[in-house]
């Protein structure tokens, strides 16, 4: 299976690309800025440009492959008129290439976020209900991506990913600095999944052409507070700092105001304070069996562990607070 990868030098698409090479795929990597390429030269893959704003690019970039994994997009909670850009003409873009190239199988990284604030755990019989812009713009790419498969032949597979977390994320980059300020006192029940699991289920639903709209967790849903109360008690130390949600949605929008003419996209939004409050679990059987794998790290205990071990030696940064020249 020749696998296209878009997003490759993201948090989650790192990992995929790793676990791609690592089994001896080879996977084709799409990279949009070249200073990011680095990231990858120590994979066993190709490395080529492309651009969802390019159909050319994509179409060269889709040539000869059997499966596209997708996670480019402007991965930030702005309002939806700065993300359909990217998410919903760009996947519009590349799906069109990617049918044009012959390509069978094309696998949505979605979110969580589709789904508005619940108590009972989200199974595929959960309606969607966008709390969110990032949310809503995300369920329009889903709806189109099934349409579009319906009426080209392709097996369309959107996985509804939850918090995923890692070394390189952005919560343990704050987590690195000894400080981590949060937007609310959550402790409703939400779904987390560490990245190396997120990017073994994009790689099954691509390897068995799972069809499909489901979303993804762990075994147990928890509340932020005892997330980062695991977190304290593997690394004492730590300081938490829980910002009143009122205030901190004070102080995002007027960031956001301020910063309304700038280009680059923004991690601290007004809609991050709300996705960061809302309850979100999932039935952990709501997708897992149709892929046939189980999580390898299945809750967030043994999760949290394995990421303090990684980052003792790994150090990165995330894309969007990389303004390098491309």
């Known amino acids: 299976m020749r696998v296209l990868l878009t997003g490759a030098t993201g948090f989650i698409g790192m990992e995929v690309a790793t676990q791609l090479a690592e089994a001896g795929l080879r996977p084709r990597l799409m990279v949009r800025r070249s200073s990011r390429a680095p990231l990858l030269h120590h994979l066993d893959a190709e490395l080529v440009h492309g651009d969802l704003g390019a159909p050319a690019t994509l179409r060269r970039a889709a040539a000869g492959c059997d499966a596209v994994i997708h996670l480019a997009g402007r991965a930030v909670f702005e309002p939806a008129r700065r993300l359909v850009d990217s998410f919903v003409h760009g996947t519009r873009h590349l799906v069109e290439a990617a049918a044009d190239a012959g390509v069978s199988r094309f696998v949505f990284a979605s979110s969580l976020l589709v789904h508005g604030n619940t108590r009972v755990p989200i199974t595929p019989a959960t309606p969607p209900a966008p709390a969110v812009d990032y949310g809503q713009v995300k369920l329009l790419v889903e709806r189109g991506l099934v349409r579009f498969g319906a ?133 952990p059987d709501a997708v897992w069996p149709e892929l046939g794998i189980e999580p390898l790290l299945p809750t967030y205990r043994e999760g949290i562990a394995h990421t303090l071990d990684d980052r003792v030696a790994v150090r990165w940064r995330h894309p969007v607070v990389d303004h390098r020249a491309a």
Request: hydrophobic content about 40%; aromatic content about 6%.
């Open 151 to 283: 009426e080209r032949g392709m097996q369309v597979a959107n996985l509804r990913l939850p918090h995923v977390y890692g070394a390189t994320d952005q919560l343990f980059a704050r987590v690195r600095t000894g400080t981590l300020v949060v937007p609310g006192r959550s402790s409703d029940p939400y779904a987390h999944l560490h990245v190396v699991d997120a990017a073994r289920a994009l790689i099954r639903a691509a390897e068995i052409g799972w069809v499909g709209t489901g979303a993804l967790g762990d075994r147990e849903s928890v509340g932020w507070s005892t997330f980062l109360g695991e977190i304290d008690e593997q690394l004492p130390g730590l300081r938490v700092l829980r910002a009143p949600g009122s205030l901190a949605l004070l102080g995002t929008g007027l960031l956001s105001a301020a910063t309304a003419w700038r280009r680059h996209p923004s991690l601290y939004t007004p809609d991050t304070v709300r996705s960061w409050n809302l309850s979100l679990p999932v039935d």
